[in-house]
């Protein structure tokens, strides 16, 4: 079974920073897929960033990027020029290969509370 | 465009009630997905369906759970004599194609249920 382990219960930046969140997983698959999920005090996940494991290229969407180990099974969020919208959950989840049934699922880990300072 | 909604979302019950959480996806998708998400952890899959089929209820921790989309299409998760351990937020999400696609799972709002 696939895990994923986010270390850092809570984090704090000052706005106009750069923040990173860290991700590591743990599978025997080859080809999958990550995601980071933001989720704001609403309650509504939000999809950030995705990477698909066979691409050597690490993901990125305007202020979002990630940095990609597979051979480490890291999967870190960078958020540059912080703003106080930021202010989040942020869940860092693994998607297994689609060629095996049951890997439809999404598996999270327990998140990290992103506080921006004003 | 409107996107996934649920209801309620905030239910109180008194341990041994049954309740009933409704999940309305984005209109046109096949998947549906329910997530139990307990205070201060992420999410964990309870079940998933593509269209009136449910292909994965892996998740589902007893039998007192049931979920059903029978014309594939709004999806009711039951819990049968709830107990205190049931008090989660179950988040619905949905995505536009079937098993084997990598699309983009949107999610509801949440019901928090609380089990007094």
């Known amino acids: 079974a696939q895990t994923v382990t986010q270390s850092q219960p809570e984090m704090s930046v000052q706005e106009a920073e750069t923040v990173t969140l860290s991700c590591t997983y743990d599978?025997?698959?080859?080809?999958?897929?990550l995601f980071w999920y933001k989720q704001p005090p609403s309650r509504q996940m939000i999809l950030v960033i995705r990477?698909?494991?066979?691409?050597?290229q690490n993901a990125t969407e305007n202020r979002f990027s990630v940095n990609f180990q597979k051979a480490a099974k890291s999967f870190s969020l960078k958020i540059s020029d912080s703003q106080l919208g930021d202010t989040a959950m942020y869940f860092c989840?693994?998607?297994?290969?689609?060629?095996?049934?049951?890997?439809?699922?999404?598996?999270f880990g327990t998140g990290t509370r992103l506080t921006i300072i004003p | 465009g409107a996107g996934v909604s649920q209801s309620p979302r905030y239910k109180v019950a008194k341990r041994g009630q049954d309740v009933a959480l409704r999940c309305d996806p984005i209109?046109?998708?096949?998947?549906l997905f329910w997530y139990q998400q307990a205070l201060g952890q992420g999410p964990e899959f309870l079940t998933y369906?593509?269209?009136?089929?449910?292909?994965?209820k892996s998740g589902l921790p007893s039998d007192r759970f049931f979920a059903e989309r029978p014309e594939g299409s709004v999806s009711t998760l039951k819990i049968q004599r709830t107990q205190q351990e049931d008090s989660a937020v179950y988040l619905c999400?949905?995505?536009?194609?079937?098993?084997?696609?990598?699309?983009?799972?949107?999610f509801g709002p949440g019901t928090r249920l609380t089990v007094l």
């Open positions: 999400a949905s995505s536009f194609r079937g098993g084997g696609s990598t699309d983009t799972q949107y």
């Open positions: 599978t025997s698959e080859n080809n999958y897929y």
């Open positions: 990477q698909e494991a066979y691409k050597q």
């Open positions: 989840a693994f998607r297994g290969s689609i060629s095996n049934f049951g890997n439809e699922k999404l598996t």
């Open positions: 209109s046109g998708h096949v998947s």
């Open positions: 369906f593509q269209n009136e089929a449910q292909l994965d």
